[in-house]
């Protein structure tokens, strides 16, 4: 398996514009999270879908902050407008279960920076 | 209170030492205890998994937690060059969310 995929990988924007990220997550896996991760506030959720429903969006910062998981194997987390606050690196993670063993397996990020 | 403290370190050692990386939580319903490793521009990685408090060892690298104290620990013995990462303890109780330490960088020097 390829494990968790990210794309892109580096994104580069200015202020005001729409940042889409996306995730393909390892097959079979029915657990997704968004993740962002910050020198200041370390590696901080955002969101994570059940079966493709979101179950748990409280750590999404704001409403310019959505998330989407149209079918098992594709997710997008969409920042509109996009601030300098926003830099940060977002990782998607699945895994296959939750409770007593739900190891999640993080892609490689997605490294964003917002002028 | 944050959840969960970790010192963000540096920490620096030398090849073939003994490291020692540690965290406290606040939030006495943690149950599940983990550490990952995370390379420089990579994504995290497990490397340690345990339930409750005790003794969890795995080669070189051994995960103690004490519920009592709310304290975990991570031991890295005959630390190798390999080893120079970031630390994340993790922690959840039941079903709910991970919660991330900060992390600690971890350089082990030939």
């Known amino acids: 398996d390829a494990g968790v995929i990210q794309s892109p990988r580096h994104e580069v924007t200015e202020m005001g514009q729409e940042v889409t990220l996306r995730c393909k997550p390892i097959?079979?896996?029915?657990?997704l999270f968004w993740y962002r991760q910050t020198m200041m506030r370390g590696l901080e959720l955002l969101i994570y879908?059940?079966?493709?429903?979101?179950?748990?969006d409280s750590g999404m910062p704001e409403d310019r902050f959505s998330a989407k998981m149209p079918n098992a194997s594709f997710s997008t987390l969409k920042i509109q407008p996009s601030e300098p606050r926003d830099s940060a690196v977002y990782f998607c993670?699945?895994?296959?279960?939750?409770?007593?063993?739900?190891?999640?397996?993080f892609g490689p990020g997605t490294r964003l920076t917002v002028l | 209170q944050k959840e969960v403290e970790q010192d963000p370190g540096p920490l620096s050692v030398p090849e073939g030492a003994i490291v020692s990386l540690n965290c406290t939580y606040s939030?006495?319903?943690?149950?599940?205890f983990m550490w990952y490793r995370q390379y420089s521009r990579k994504g995290p990685e497990l490397l340690m998994y345990?339930?409750?408090?005790g003794n969890k060892e795995d080669g070189r690298f051994t995960a103690q937690v004490d519920k009592s104290s709310k304290y975990i620990s991570l031991f890295i013995r005959d630390s190798q060059p390999s080893d120079s990462a970031t630390y994340l303890c993790?922690?959840?109780?039941?079903?709910?969310?991970?919660?991330f330490g900060k992390g600690t960088k971890l350089t082990v020097n030939p």
């Open positions: 993670a699945s895994s296959w279960r939750q409770g007593l063993s739900d190891t999640q397996y």
């Open positions: 097959s079979g896996h029915d657990y």
């Open positions: 879908f059940n079966n493709n429903v979101p179950i748990d």
């Open positions: 939030n006495s319903a943690f149950q599940y």
């Open positions: 993790a922690m959840k109780s039941g079903s709910e969310k991970l919660v």
């Open positions: 345990t339930y409750s408090s």
